[in-house]
């Protein structure tokens, strides 16, 4: 299992390391893309989707407006009518995003009523075990807290597809700067200990603490995120063959290259 803990509390955005500059660079280009409250409204599962998944007060709107840089990309509203939607962000180049995220309803937020919070189970349930995009799952957990019966049920229901290798791992031990150095440590070790269960050679699993405020974990995570990608082939160089034929030799080479002649 990966797992950083940087104690330093405050962290620069520029980062030193190429990687980790490229990495958040491109979770700074999600940018909103549609919403769906059923899953035959989601887009065609044409790109690796990322879930985004939480108790609700965890910390996961802020984190994803961290990550995206983005003050309001992700809102925290706790109105049950809005918390029922999964959002949609694309990542990558405008003209050809090559990532998505799904912004799962924070789960255990008492205000909402009992049917509609068991339809959402469902839905999310449905979710996480069948949508064929999904390569990574990103949960958030106050560290103050650690995991909840919830979160463990929902570690639960994805072991399988976490085991295979199939779906990726990260946990976000959010807000990180409300600790002590000590209870800082003490809360990645247990996090690890509940998450050593799920461990398989195949399966990908990191955790880091994480802050919004101080930054902490932040760097980190986009490399993660950004490593989850698969690497895109480099571009297939194909040289052209001279052009055969008895009157190739003859073609005058261009004089005007870049076509400013006059007429
Ligand atoms: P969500 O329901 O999981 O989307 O949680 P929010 O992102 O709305 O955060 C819940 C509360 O925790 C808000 O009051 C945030 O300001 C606070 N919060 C989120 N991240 C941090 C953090 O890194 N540090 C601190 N101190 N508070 C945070």
């Known amino acids: 299992m990966n797992s950083s803990a940087d104690s330093r509390g405050q962290h620069s955005d520029i980062s030193p390391d ?25 887009p065609p599962p044409d790109l690796p989707e990322v879930a985004f998944v939480g108790r609700s007060n965890a910390g996961k709107s802020t984190a994803i407006n961290t990550l995206a840089q983005h003050r309001r990309l992700a809102f925290a509203s706790k109105t049950p009518g809005r918390t029922q939607h999964i959002n949609l962000f694309d990542l990558g180049p405008a003209d050809a ?10 789960y255990g937020y008492a205000a ?20 064929h995009a999904l390569a990574g799952i990103v949960m958030m957990v106050d560290s103050r807290h650690g995991f909840t019966p919830l979160d463990k049920q929902l570690l639960d229901f994805v072991s399988q597809r976490v085991g295979m290798g199939e779906v990726k791992l990260l946990v976000l031990l959010t807000k990180a700067d409300k600790l002590s150095r000590n209870e800082a440590a003490k809360a990645l ?7 050593g269960e799920l461990a398989t050679d195949a399966a990908d699993i990191s955790v880091s603490l994480f802050s919004a405020l101080s930054r902490q974990g932040l760097g980190d995570a986009a ?9 895109e082939a480099p ?3 194909v040289f052209a063959a001279p052009a055969a034929g008895p009157d190739s030799a003859d073609v005058e080479p261009d004089a005007d290259p870049a076509g400013l002649s006059p007429a």
């Open 223 to 231: 490399l993660t995120l950004r490593n989850w990608l698969p690497r």
């Open 112 to 131: 909402v009523a009992r049917g509609a919070k068991l339809r959402w189970q469902q839905v999310m349930a449905d979710y996480l075990a069948h949508r």
């Open 189 to 195: 070790a247990g996090a690890q200990k509940v998450l």
């Open 235 to 237: 571009p297939e160089v």
């Open 97 to 106: 995003p090559n990532a998505r995220w799904a912004d799962l309803p924070g």
């Open 18 to 42: 190429p990687a980790v500059r490229e990495a958040m660079s491109w979770t700074q280009s999600a940018r909103f893309l549609t919403t769906a409250s059923l899953l035959t409204q989601l």
